[in-house]
């Protein structure tokens, strides 16, 4: 089955760190831009962090730089996104999405709508309050 699979979403408090996990199966992410977008309520889905499977460039937004790192381990055909000093404005729900597109991962994450999204991961809840 050709899925990705979230996990490692949670509740945290402002300045807690959490590490979200975005699993491939059914097939390989190589050559694949993907990315993690982020929806909070009301508001529409964002490009929080993308990275090029093909290059390994990473882009970050303004609005996360600094706190948080996205990595893919070929291996495990995962790819994971390091949260830390989290803000109540992080919260939202967390998705992954992987085209097979060669692209800077800054149009990726700016663009994905009009680049298009092969698969989707289901979700993974973000909650940072105290």
């Known amino acids: 089955q050709v899925q990705l699979v979230e996990s490692g979403g949670g509740l945290v408090q402002p300045g807690g760190s959490l590490r979200l996990s975005c699993a491939a199966s059914?097939?390989?992410?190589?050559?694949?831009?993907i990315g993690w977008f982020r929806q909070a309520p009301g508001k529409e889905r964002e490009g929080v962090s993308c990275?090029?499977?093909?290059?390994?460039?990473?882009y970050y937004a303004d609005s996360v730089k600094g706190r948080i790192t996205i990595d893919k381990d070929n291996a495990k055909n995962t790819v994971y996104l390091q949260m830390n000093s989290l803000k109540p404005e992080d919260t939202g729900v967390y998705y992954c999405?992987?085209?097979?597109?060669?692209?800077?991962?800054?149009?990726?994450?700016?663009?994905?709508?009009?680049?298009?999204?092969?698969?989707w991961g289901q979700g993974t809840q973000v909650t940072v309050s105290s």
């Open positions: 990275i090029s499977s093909s290059t390994g460039r990473r």
């Open positions: 059914g097939f390989t992410l190589d050559h694949y831009a």
């Open positions: 999405a992987a085209h097979p597109v060669l692209i800077d991962p800054y149009y990726y994450c700016s663009d994905y709508k009009s680049l298009g999204v092969l698969y």
